[in-house]
């Protein structure tokens, strides 16, 4: 009665089917989890310069220099679901030409497996810390701050930002 090819195709619907409930499912089971954890970040050496920036234009422009402590656990973020995490951290402060400035300063890309309890000592940022013009010189309220983006294996791709940051100021002269 029933072909070959009507038969694998009512198969294939049904498996597809249990696939697509299974892994609706599954994302339901990890839509309500609390993805945030505790940071503590220090700066341990804090530097301005005014240098001509020649990748943009010649215009000078001020360039910060920050060492760092960062110690954060993020082995509770990993379940079943979560297949790795883009951590990265960032500086925000305000300048008379910008009300927000934000700057990633450092990143990293840790998978399921890994050792996810960060804890680093005498860090140099990863990315240079440029500002558009002389904002970072005297500049009282630079604010570090730790986030992260979650990759799942099934589901959203939640951005959450860590608890706890760290507040520092520029000095008032250039470093040489």
């Not at 409930?21 to 609390?34: G, H, M």
């Not at 005014?50 to 402590?69: A, C, M, Q, R, W």
């Not at 079943?80 to 890309?109: C, G, H, R, S």
């Not at 890994?114 to 010189?137: H, I, V």
Request: overall charge positive; some cysteine; hydrophobic content about 40%.
């Amino acid at each position: 009665m029933h072909s070959l090819l009507s038969r694998g195709n009512s198969v294939l619907a049904y498996t597809l089917s249990v696939l697509v409930t299974l892994t609706f499912a599954c994302f339901l089971s990890t839509i309500l989890v609390d993805y945030r954890t505790g940071t503590e970040m220090k700066t341990l050496k804090i530097e301005v310069k005014n240098l001509p920036e020649y990748g943009v234009s010649k215009k000078i422009n001020d360039l910060g220099h920050i060492t760092f402590n960062l110690e954060t656990d993020l082995t509770s973020l990993f379940n079943w679901n979560v297949k790795q995490l883009f951590v990265y951290m960032t500086a925000e402060y305000e300048t008379p030409t910008n009300a927000l400035n934000q700057v990633v300063l450092w990143d990293k890309i840790i998978l399921r497996g890994e050792n996810s309890n960060l804890r680093l000592r005498n860090m140099r940022t990863k990315y240079y810390f440029w500002d558009d013009g002389n904002g970072l010189r005297g500049n009282k309220n630079v604010t570090l701050t730790l986030s992260y983006n979650i990759i799942p294996n099934v589901g959203r791709l939640p951005i959450v930002g860590a608890i706890g940051s760290h507040t520092f100021s520029f000095p008032s002269q250039y470093t040489r």
